[in-house]
């Protein structure tokens, strides 16, 4: 009997991760067998850990947080998103063994606005919260789905000018200081990258950015996700979304690396919000 085709997502922690679940369930609509597994590493074994999975067969890999730069450092070659970004959230591995990095993150974001959400981002003024790696994830397909402007706060105001000088678009990226929230005015899509709620902590953010036909964002999703939303409807969003949409497009774009199909998403995320 041959082996099946051997996946991992790694990560620190990663008991909960819902990879498994959702490549599983894309691997029996394709009716493709694969093994699939949640690799839990802590920074310093990470490379060694990676390097021994592909050694021993491992086709493919995600990877999240904390790993997702070291990934990017372990690859031989890296798709161009993966390059401006500077971190990876898939390896895959090359005939001659080598791995390649890619960065499917900003591009989930994008699919799951406009196909899930129906979110035309050519006339929108995006605000983003954070200038962290998630927000580094998301930044560069939000302009190239077409964001009018692209506004980035951070709570170190440093950390957003970097990111702004990164981008080099200085026509259509801006940095303002969060403690200028308040005087910002409106938006009519807000994405929060910050770590407050997987950190449980308070972002208090003025309900006047919330435009009228404002939709708000957060990339996380389950309880992280929560304060966030419950701010954003209290303040009047016309739509507020977490981001299991954007995780089961990336887990999809992923599928696609490895498999050269990509799946048909819309069962497994409705599947998942069933809690299925
Ligand atoms: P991730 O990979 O999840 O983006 P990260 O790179 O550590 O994690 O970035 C976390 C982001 O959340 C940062 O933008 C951080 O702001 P600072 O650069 O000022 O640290 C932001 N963040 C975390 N907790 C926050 C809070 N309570 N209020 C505002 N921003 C917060």
């Known amino acids: 009997m041959t082996q099946p085709l051997q996946y991992a997502v790694f990560g620190h922690p990663i008991a909960h991760s819902l990879s498994p679940k959702i490549q599983q369930m894309f691997a029996q609509q394709c009716s493709i067998e694969l093994a699939y597994r949640a690799i839990d590493v802590a920074p310093e074994a990470f490379a060694a850990t990676v390097r021994e999975f592909f050694a021993r ?19 031989a070659e890296a798709s161009a998103s993966a390059r401006r970004v500077g971190t990876a959230n898939v390896l895959t591995r090359r005939a001659d063994g080598t791995l390649a990095a890619h960065n499917v993150d900003g591009d989930g974001l994008v699919r799951d606005l406009a196909e899930r959400h129906r979110t ?15 927000a580094r994830g998301v930044a560069w397909a939000l302009l190239d789905a077409g964001a009018q402007t692209l506004t980035i706060v951070n709570r170190t105001a440093a950390t957003a000018d970097a990111l702004v000088d990164a981008i080099g678009e200085p026509a259509r990226v801006h940095a303002r200081y969060w403690q200028d929230l308040a005087s910002l005015g409106s938006y009519d899509l807000i994405i929060n990258a910050t ?36 701010w954003a409807r209290a303040a009047g969003a016309r739509y507020a979304f977490d981001g299991l949409g954007m995780l089961v497009e ?13 799946p048909d998403t819309e069962p497994v995320y409705q599947a998942l919000r069933a809690g299925g």
Do not use: E, I, M
């Open 120 to 134: 035309d981002l050519r006339d929108r003024d995006v605000l983003l919260l954070g200038a962290g790696g998630a």
């Open 195 to 230: 770590s407050a709620g997987v950190l449980g902590a308070d972002l208090q953010l003025p309900p006047s950015l919330v435009g009228s036909r404002a939709l708000c964002y957060d990339l996380t999703y389950g309880p992280a996700a929560v304060a966030f939303l419950s």
């Open 250 to 262: 990336t887990a999809a774009d992923s599928f696609a690396l490895w498999h050269g199909q990509r």
């Open 57 to 75: 067969g491992g086709a493919g890999a995600n990877v999240t947080l904390p790993h997702k730069a070291a990934a990017f450092a372990l690859a």
